[in-house]
Antibody, heavy 116, light 112 residues
């Protein structure tokens, strides 16, 4: 069955770069698109960006200058890199398979805290 | 960016009652392919969001038919008939017609 699992450091220092990995199983990244979505503690959901099945990317303009999404299809992994982290980037980060322009399968999420 | 205005922010209902949640978009959600990419998701406590409905009214696999979606253009509704205890959580609408994808602010459903 389709599964997605996020991994990465739980704590990142301010101004540093966040690197997260989404490992997928049960689907091929060459025919599926994957998004990253985040949720600050106690708040709502924010779409960050997507890597399409053709390898193209789109980003939320609010964070576009700091964000990069890439993939390794041979390893079934999607990567998120975001630089210049601030405390307001503290959030649960989810990856999700995109179908009909929304996420139908979601990972369990990984909590990232930005703090010195 | 498309703004999704979701109301009410919270609901408290008894088991067996029916409820409706509204979502209004700042722009038409009819895409160039004539589809309308309006979705509803439920985030149960401590869990990842789960999509319930896509393209306004299509139920995802395994979603009970107590859930239904309706609407068009800029005005959409999620209805839950005969609420059950497992329905508690936060409901979000999500538009996928325009980039960036945008979510409503959420409706917290509590069981009386």
């Amino acid at each position: 069955q389709v599964q997605l699992k996020e991994s990465g450091p739980g704590l990142v220092q301010p101004s540093q770069t966040l690197s997260l990995t989404c490992t997928v199983s049960g689907l091929s990244l060459t025919s599926n698109s994957v998004s990253w979505i985040r949720q600050p503690p106690g708040k709502g959901l924010e779409w960050m960006g997507v890597i399409w099945s053709n390898g193209g990317t789109d980003y939320n303009s609010a964070i576009k200058s700091r964000l990069s999404i890439s993939r390794d299809t041979s390893k079934s992994q999607v990567f998120l890199k975001m630089n210049s982290l601030q405390t307001e980037d503290t959030a649960m980060y989810f990856c999700a398979r995109i179908r009909y322009y929304s996420g139908d399968y979601w990972g369990q999420g990984v909590m990232v805290t930005v703090s010195s | 960016d498309v703004v999704m205005t979701q109301t009410p922010p919270s609901l408290s209902v008894a088991i067996g009652q029916s409820v409706s949640i509204s979502c209004k978009s700042s722009q038409s959600l009819v895409a160039s392919d004539k589809n309308t990419y309006l979705n509803w998701l439920l985030q149960s406590p401590g869990r990842s969001p789960k999509r319930l409905i896509y393209q306004v009214s299509k139920l995802d696999s395994g979603v009970p038919d107590r859930f239904s979606g309706s609407g068009s253009e800029k005005d959409f509704t999620l209805k839950i008939s005969r609420v059950e205890a497992e329905d508690l959580g936060v409901y979000y609408c999500l538009q996928g017609t325009h980039l960036p994808l945008t979510f409503g602010s959420g409706t917290k459903l509590e069981i009386k």
